[in-house]
């Protein structure tokens, strides 16, 4: 499904950084969320400048940094701006509901998500808000829409349109840059808390397409983030037809396998949440895709990633935590 209308005006920036008030949104309300842990410093500065004079409200939800004052007082500086904080770290899915619902008592209907060390470029969200009304305008029940992504790893783009629509419906998107309908939030019970890192965002995307709203990527919006610290493995050429998970498509049309370089701790998480992720869409379209995910995953962490021994053990572990968790929840 393809979604084609006008390309906005875009506006740009105005004000020093760190010292601009929110900007007074005519359209819908968007509120933004950001999750932060031990962030630095002055990549989240940069990330709230560039946010802040885009939205009508900032919360930023501390989800136990070390040095937590620190990021207070840096969110203090920006009078649009909430800080949350939390005791202790209890994963991504707990905090994106807590920021859902405080963008919902201050009357957004729409919240945009960003990680701590993703930057917005000028008129991201006006972008995003295009892209949701070429949507709704096609008689689709949005719940989610999210921006062409720049992986300063990369060097490109490596998750964008295809072809000559400005906004286009997928599987799933990134929880970064990513303008949700709190209405499609609250109708299918927010992110699910039972995953705690990975997976929570290709989760809460299953569940929208589930319940018959659309998630979208659009070229009308663009947001620079980093996603682990990836590096190509294998490049094919344009004409080889590589379609699997993990791969990206670069400027020339070729596809690449890549590492990611995470710890074993997250191949770990990630084997942890795809499993519940199986159980939860057995016998649906993304779960079968779940169950070649999960393929996939074992073999990037042996053989395409360092310390592929270490990272076998540990989704092994993952693997079998996950199965307990299912258990328990069936009183097994």
């Known amino acids: ?37 031990n962030p630095e410093l002055g990549r989240l500065r940069e990330n709230l400048s560039a946010i802040s004079p885009q939205v009508s409200r900032l919360f930023v939800f501390d989800n136990g940094s070390d040095d937590s004052s620190a990021v207070r007082a840096l969110v203090q500086e920006f009078p649009c701006a909430r800080f949350l904080p939390f005791p202790e770290n209890r994963g991504i899915a ?43 305008a096609s008689g689709a029940r949005l719940g989610v829409v999210g921006p062409t992504v720049h992986d300063r790893n990369l060097g490109f783009s490596n998750a964008h349109v295809e072809g000559e629509a400005l906004v286009q419906d997928r599987r799933d998107v990134l929880t970064s840059g990513s303008l949700v309908s709190l209405q499609a939030w609250e109708a299918v019970g927010g992110y699910d808390e039972r995953l705690f890192l990975d997976w929570v965002d290709i989760g809460f995307c299953y569940a929208l397409r589930r319940a018959g709203f659309v998630v979208a990527i659009t070229s009308l919006a663009t947001i620079d983030h980093e996603i682990g610290k990836r590096s190509v493995n294998v490049l094919f050429p344009a004409w080889v037809p590589v379609h699997v998970p993990f791969t990206f498509r670069d400027p020339e049309g070729r596809q690449a396998l890549f590492s990611e370089n995470y710890p074993a701790s997250r191949w770990e998480d990630k084997v942890r949440s795809q499993t519940i992720l199986q159980d939860e869409f057995k016998g649906t379209d993304d779960g079968r895709f779940l169950d070649f995910s999960l393929l996939c995953t ?12 270490e990272n076998l053990r540990a989704m092994m572990r993952g693997r079998k935590e996950g199965k307990a968790m299912l258990g328990k929840e069936r009183g097994r």
């Open 94 to 136: 707990v905090a994106l509901n807590a920021l859902a619902r405080a963008a919902k008592e201050d009357g957004a209907s729409e919240v945009l998500f960003l990680d701590q060390d993703s930057v917005s470029t000028p008129g991201m969200v006006a972008g995003l808000q295009e892209a949701a009304g070429l949507v709704r």
């Open 1 to 37: 499904m393809t979604f084609i209308g006008r390309r906005p005006c875009l506006p740009g920036r105005d004000g020093e950084p760190g010292k601009e008030a929110c900007h007074s949104m005519d359209a819908r309300r968007v509120c933004a969320g950001i999750v932060t842990f």
């Open 298 to 309: 074992f073999f990037r962490g042996t053989a395409l990633e360092p310390h592929g021994l």
